[in-house]
């Protein structure tokens, strides 16, 4: 019995040294996964220049409901212009529901500690009540413009029922190529902060925006500024690590085990002048399979991918203004400046030169 039952013992722990194997080989992967998404994440939020600000701190009454667009008045009240405009809303207080303008989808309901998001800055409604004729709220605002210009703006709004406080806000970002974080993200949704160890300084950090915003003082403007692409950014980490599993676009790109690494690759090495054999050995693919896979999940392959990175890389670097035509050429893989013009042209419909000095004519004209 003791030899049968030392037998069995010894069974025992094998297999669990075995599943404590496979789960580290899993939470190895996992937390693969996770830097290959960081890498390029983080690429792409550089080369599209995330401005924030928060501009509202608004006490709402039910019933309520309000019509919220990011106009071009509002934006450049607290920000230049741009190409996309990022639109938030922290709940601090009560709770909400929330939906685009016409849009026939389900509305979706926010609670205290959420933030919603609508990434494209599209009209939205919010309130108590959806059911109710909206108010608009730039004439709300308009006031504010012309006695507080680019100050925290505090509004009360609503029937005088059950509370809920609002701390608004907005990112500005240039969309270069339509840009894949942005359009990969749904076009209004919650964002549920938990009680985890992760949720704990985002916790922090939107109860210091909500005192800073309810008492305006030296900086506060900087400061919201700040937190606010702090809370866009950890947001998107939040939306690619819920995704469904069936879930294609960008944002399940970097997820995946084998392109999540090939995007790290493309993203930390875009000069290098890749073929799909090599990046598919690079993440331990076939060729075809591999092909195949980048392409059902981005919806273009690999290379054409690679031209159009190249693309944002480059119109990033020429709104500086700083470097000449060909040392942009360069610095995106391009081994002559006629080259990298026309490629240049095929993406935006013009000269790279004739671009950039759109794009400064315009930035002069607003300061």
């Known amino acids: 019995m003791l030899g049968k039952a030392a037998h069995n013992g010894s069974i025992v722990f094998h297999h669990a ?8 080989s899993h939470d190895r992967d996992a937390d693969s996964r996770k830097v ?3 890498d390029a994440l983080s690429d792409v939020l550089r080369v ?3 401005s924030g600000a928060v501009y509202l701190n608004a006490e709402f009454t039910a019933p309520w ?9 509002l934006c450049a009240e607290f920000l230049p212009p741009s190409d996309r405009v990022v639109s938030y809303h922290f709940i601090a ?6 939906k685009l303008v016409g849009d026939p989808r389900p509305t979706v309901r926010a609670h205290a500690g959420d933030l919603l998001v609508v990434p494209q800055g599209e009209a939205h409604l919010m309130g108590s009540d959806l059911t109710i004729a ?3 709220s730039a004439p709300m605002l308009a006031e504010h413009f012309r006695t507080i210009p680019g100050e925290v703006m505090r509004i009360g709004h609503g029937g005088g029922g059950t509370r809920t406080r609002v701390v608004c806000g907005f990112l500005t970002c240039d969309d270069v190529l339509s840009n894949p974080l942005l359009s990969s993200l749904p076009r209004l949704f919650a964002m549920a902060l938990g009680n985890g160890i992760e949720s704990a300084w985002l916790s922090t950090a939107l109860g210091f925006a909500t005192a800073e915003a309810a008492r305006p003082q030296t900086g506060t403007a900087t400061v919201l500024a700040k937190l606010a692409e702090l809370l866009f950014i950890e947001a998107v980490r939040r939306c690619v690590d819920t995704l469904p599993e069936n879930e294609c ?5 970097l997820r995946d085990r084998y392109v999540g690494r090939a995007l790290s690759q493309l993203h930390t090495h875009p000069r290098h002048d890749w073929t799909v054999e090599e990046l598919a050995a690079a993440v331990g693919l076939s060729r075809s399979a591999f092909a195949q896979r980048f392409t059902g999940l981005l919806g273009r392959p690999p290379m054409q991918y690679l031209a159009g990175w190249r693309m944002r890389m480059a119109a990033g670097q020429l709104r500086s203004g700083g470097r000449s035509l060909a040392e942009v050429a360069e610095a995106v893989g391009y081994e002559s400046e006629a080259a990298f013009s026309r490629a240049f042209k095929r993406e935006f419909g013009e000269p790279p030169a004739v671009w950039r000095a759109r794009y400064l004519d315009r930035t002069r004209t607003v300061h």
């Not at 040294?17 to 580290?24: C, E, I």
């Open 65 to 73: 409901c309000i019509e919220s667009d990011a106009g071009e008045q």
């Open 36 to 38: 290959n998404a960081v």
């Open 17 to 24: 040294r075995l599943n404590d194997q496979a789960s580290r």
């Open 48 to 50: 599209v220049h995330l």
């Open 93 to 98: 207080e009560g709770e909400c529901w929330a």
């Open 249 to 253: 676009g960008w944002l399940a790109a």
């Open 134 to 136: 909206p108010t608009r």
